[in-house]
C-alpha cells in the first residue's frame, strides 16, 4: 500500500530574521513537520542554525521536528538533540564510526532514527541496519552546497530512489524514503513515482520565488494528487 506523501519544509529557507512569523505561516499551511539541519562547517560549509536557536523553536511550536544532522562529532549533536525534544534524527554513514549505536541510542528515547546518504554513497552501506530504521534520508546534492545555483540535482537522483525503494519492500516495517536536495516542482513526479515518501522542501518548491506560501502548498497538493498520492 503506498504511504502518504510526507511535506518537510526546511527551516534554512525559512526567513531567518523573523522565524517566528515564518513557523506560523507553515502551521496555517497545514504543514506538519519542520526539517531542520544541524551543520557543524566542517562536514559542509555552513552553520544555518545553533543549538540554542533550535531549542527557542521547541519552545514556541507544536510542528515534528526532522532533524538532519551534518557532522563529524555525531554523538555529541545526536545527545543535544534528544535533550531538546523532537520527533526524528538522522545523521550521516560517512561519518559514523559506530552507526548502530546512534540508532539504538536514538530510538531509546522513542525518537524516530534516520541514516542519510551523500549522493556517491552506494545503497550496501545500510544493508545491515535497514531493518532497524525509520528513515533513510538520500541526499541528491551534495550536503551544504545548497545556495550555489550551479549544483544540480545527481543525474543518478530517481534510479538511486527506485533502488532503495526495491531494497525495502521487503521488510515487516520498511524505512521512509526521504529526498533532499533540488526537490522541485519539476523533479517531484519522478521522485514520487520512483519510491520517495518524504519530501524536504526548499526554495524550487514551498519556498518558490514570485508565490505565497499558500499558493506554493496548493500548487505542490495538486501535483502529488497527479501522482495517485496524497500529502
Not at 534554512?12 to 502551521?27: F, G, P, W, Y
Request: hydrophobic content about 45%; glycine content about 6%.
Amino acid at each position: 500500500m503506498k504511504r502518504k506523501i510526507v511535506l518537510s519544509p526546511s527551516v534554512m529557507c525559512a526567513d531567518l530574521l523573523d522565524l517566528k512569523t515564518s513557523i506560523r505561516e507553515l502551521e496555517e499551511a497545514g504543514i506538519e513537520a519542520l526539517h531542520i539541519d544541524v551543520i557543524d562547517g566542517a562536514f559542509s560549509p555552513a552553520i544555518p542554525l545553533g543549538l540554542d536557536t533550535i531549542k527557542r523553536l521547541r519552545d514556541i511550536t507544536t510542528l515534528d521536528f526532522d532533524v538532519h544532522i551534518m557532522a563529524k562529532d555525531n554523538e555529541f549533536f545526536v545527545q543535544k538533540i534528544l535533550e531538546i525534544g523532537v520527533q526524528q534524527i538522522s545523521f550521516h554513514y560517512e561519518t559514523a564510526l559506530h552507526a548502530d549505536r546512534l540508532v539504538n541510542l536514538i530510538k531509546r528515547r522513542g525518537v524516530r532514527a534516520g541514516l542519510a546518504l551523500n549522493p556517491a554513497t552506494p545503497l550496501d552501506v545500510s544493508e545491515y541496519l535497514l531493518p532497524e530504521l525509520n528513515n533513510i534520508l538520500l541526499m541528491l546534492i551534495n550536503p551544504g552546497y545548497a545556495d550555489n545555483p550551479d549544483e544540480q540535482q545527481v543525474s543518478y537522483a530517481i534510479e538511486k530512489v527506485r533502488q532503495l525503494a526495491e531494497l525495502v519492500k521487503s521488510l515487516a516495517t520498511p524505512p521512509s524514503i526521504q529526498v533532499d536536495g533540488r526537490v522541485s516542482f519539476a523533479t517531484i513526479p519522478g521522485l514520487i513515482n520512483a519510491g520517495a515518501e518524504n519530501l524536504v522542501l526548499g526554495s524550487t518548491s514551498l519556498y518558490r520565488a514570485g508565490y505565497s506560501l499558500a499558493e506554493n502548498r496548493y500548487a505542490l497538493d495538486e501535483l502529488i494528487k497527479g501522482c495517485g498520492r496524497s500529502s
